[in-house]
Nanobody
């Protein structure tokens, strides 16, 4: 089993920034593509960003492209999501997830093997 624990969520004003972190344990972290998903109230979970096993490739949802940056440190077993220029519509519970399958990019949430419990991000106007 792998364990994923997110941190860094909170309340921020529109236009502000937050940095989410996800700490992984229990499996060989570098064997997994990592993704961030979010679920807003009353909506389905949606893909936000993904990073490949080596960190060489990234992929973003159109809604966050240019504002969010995903990164990983395989030596520390962590993946981060830097969120800038936040909008009210970014309000959601953000979860990290680990995917061991192919092909790239891992957009479908059903592909992921492990999930964190999520961290709340609230953007106020």
């Amino acid at each position: 089993q792998a364990q994923l624990v997110e941190s860094g969520g909170g309340l921020v004003q529109a236009g502000g920034s937050l940095r989410l972190s996800c700490a992984a344990s229990g499996r060989i972290f570098s064997n997994y593509d990592m993704g961030w998903f979010r679920r807003a109230p009353g909506k389905e979970r949606e893909f936000v960003a993904a990073i490949s096993r080596s960190g060489a490739h990234t992929y973003y949802a159109d809604s966050v492209k240019g504002r969010f940056t995903i990164s990983r440190d395989n030596a520390k077993n962590t993946v981060n999501l830097q969120m800038n220029s936040l909008k009210v519509e970014d309000t959601a519970v953000y979860s990290c997830a680990a995917d061991s399958t192919d092909p790239w990019p891992p957009l479908d949430r059903r592909r992921y093997d492990y999930w964190g419990q999520g961290t709340q991000v609230t953007v106020s106007s």
